[in-house]
């Protein structure tokens, strides 16, 4: 799972890449900080099996706290976009290409007016253009993607199964291919015209990479009116954010200072603060008061919502729910929903997959077949003849 963070210049994406991967990038207000694209690893949050099983668990990866399983995603930061960008402008190819294998993008837009759409410092801007520069870029380098190949494409016995041979690099699946080509309208012919190629752009792009929009620097007083207009004049789901005081709250919470519950968006004082953390403290737990920043909730309606993922827990011992070491459910792992028991081995190991006979389901003790439909929380063990 890689999650992509997008947006113009100066929005605030490097500072949400650190908060949620507690990762040191160079963070300024200017255009262009970020050069390079910065990877690292955030979490989405669910319920642990724990919880109704009696057992305490033992996670490999990342953590268990107040019975939220923390569930570990990749994520990206590239370069800010410039208009132009499918052209070369800015960072221009190199920050599209380094989209190509997400799964689904944040953008990030300015929702307190206070930078323009190229990230100069400026009163009164709309972020709707944050997010429709985005939007069009994406079309457009998309529908530069296809008009390259469409030679080949048009010429080829089926539309779609040449398209999606074209994509599948991009991770496009042939499902969101066969839909877009059915509501866009585009047929088998020389060349579509540009509003065509552009409704089957971006229907590709819809079906197959879904967009969150994180409406970020919330804590300004002039957001919350922006926001709400945002919301109404925006085809995509809408979150609140402010990036700056996720990351100082996470920052503490690491340094022990508060413990931070990022689900409930409270915290609560681990140590004595002095004078400045004290009244720091007390405007963010403000903000959050006012729900003006939910940054989990983005993540998780992403990764569960939009993207349809539900979380699974493979065990060794369906009695014990361990692992070959004695770990209590030691990994949980993001698959589709309508995933098999069979896909499940398959994203263990593949010679898991190969030798697999059957699977059991751990809370039940019932024995399933390959075929069987995974549900969220299931704890299960493959059965394979291959160890």
């Given at each position: 799972m890689l999650i992509g963070i997008i947006g113009a210049p100066n929005k605030g994406k490097s500072t949400l890449f650190s908060a949620i991967t507690l990762s040191d990038v160079h963070i300024a207000d200017y255009p262009f900080t970020t050069i390079d694209p910065n990877s690292g690893v955030s979490y989405v949050t669910t319920r642990c099996p724990h919880m109704d099983l009696g057992v305490k668990c033992n996670p490999r990866n990342l953590y268990c706290k107040n019975g939220r399983r923390a569930v570990p995603v990749n994520v990206v930061d590239v370069a800010g976009l410039v208009e132009g960008a499918h052209e070369g402008k800015g960072m221009g190819n190199k920050f599209l290409n380094d989209l190509s294998s997400a799964n689904g993008f944040i953008i990030v837009v300015d929702?307190?007016?206070?930078?323009?759409?190229?990230?100069?410092k400026c009163a009164g801007s709309n972020p709707k253009e944050d997010l429709d520069l985005v939007k069009d870029e994406l079309?457009?380098?998309?529908?530069?993607?296809?008009?390259?190949?469409?030679?080949k494409i048009y010429t080829s016995e089926s539309l779609s199964q040449e398209l999606f041979k074209v994509l599948t690099g991009m991770g496009i699946e042939r499902g969101a291919v066969d839909k877009a080509i059915s509501v866009s309208g585009v047929r088998k012919e020389r060349e579509p015209d540009s509003e065509s190629m552009k409704r089957l752009a971006w229907s590709i792009l819809r079906e197959s990479?879904?967009?969150?929009?994180c409406a970020n620097k919330?804590?300004?007083?002039?957001?919350?009116?922006?926001?709400?207009?945002?919301?109404r004049d925006s085809e995509f789901v809408c979150v609140p954010c402010s990036a700056a005081i996720e990351l100082a709250l996470r920052k503490a919470d690491s340094t022990g200072l508060i413990d931070y519950d990022v689900e409930e968006c409270t915290f609560k004082m681990m140590k004595e603060p002095d004078e400045s953390q004290k009244a720091a403290l007390s405007y963010m737990e403000s903000i959050l008061k006012s729900g003006r920043s939910d940054v989990q909730r983005?993540?998780?309606?992403?990764?569960?919502?939009?993207?349809?993922?539900?979380?699974?827990?493979?065990v060794e011992d369906e009695n014990k729910y361990t692992d070959h070491y004695g770990n209590v459910l030691p990994d949980a792992i993001l698959v589709r929903k309508g995933s098999t028991a069979q896909e499940l081995a398959e994203?263990?190991?593949?010679?898991?997959?190969?030798?697999?006979?059957?699977?059991?389901?751990?809370?039940?003790?019932?024995?399933?077949?390959?075929?069987?439909?995974?549900?969220?929380?299931?704890?299960?063990?493959?059965?394979?003849?291959?160890?």
């Open positions: 929702a307190s007016g206070k930078t323009d759409k190229n990230g100069n079309v457009e380098w998309f529908s530069d993607i296809i008009r390259r190949h469409w030679k990479k879904p967009i969150i929009v919330m804590d300004d007083p002039a957001a919350p009116l922006l926001f709400e207009r945002l919301k983005m993540l998780n309606e992403l990764v569960f919502g939009l993207l349809g993922r539900i979380v699974v827990y493979p994203a263990i190991h593949t010679d898991l997959a190969k030798g697999m006979l059957y699977a059991v389901d751990a809370r039940t003790k019932r024995r399933v077949g390959k075929d069987y439909i995974l549900k969220e929380g299931d704890v299960i063990r493959i059965v394979s003849a291959i160890r």
